[in-house]
């Protein structure tokens, strides 16, 4: 038989077995971080936008100013880097899947 009391909560007399897990401060201070990320989610993901925007100005004013061509091929350069990362994952879960295949069979 469970009591509950406004205010207090559940009720544990002596002689039941009612196993409390016991207090982890670690835990605590997580869900604590936790609970106030999740309140003021949007004004943190502002300070950080506005970080990084920041950020961004500062180095663009630092930068000496490109031509349209040298940033077009900058661009190329990154967009081909990513899609030999693209090609290799494909290739690597491709062969991990074949063996998967190879031990089930």
Do not use: C, T
Not at 41 to 47: G, P, T, Y
Not at 74 to 87: I, T
Request: charged residues 45%; positive net charge; hydrophobic residues 35%.
């Amino acid at each position: 038989m469970d009591f509950h009391f406004n205010f207090i909560g559940k009720i544990a007399f002596p002689g039941q077995d009612v196993e409390a897990e016991p207090f982890d401060p670690d835990e605590h201070r997580k869900a604590i971080g936790r609970a106030h990320y999740h309140r003021n989610r949007e004004k943190i993901l502002a300070k950080l936008a506005e970080r990084r925007a920041a950020a961004k100005a500062e180095k663009l004013a630092a930068e000496p100013a490109k031509a349209a061509e040298e940033l077009a091929a900058e661009e190329e350069v990154r967009r081909e880097r990513k899609r030999a990362y693209h090609r290799e994952y494909q290739r690597e879960w491709q062969r991990k899947r074949k063996e998967q295949a190879a031990k089930s069979a």
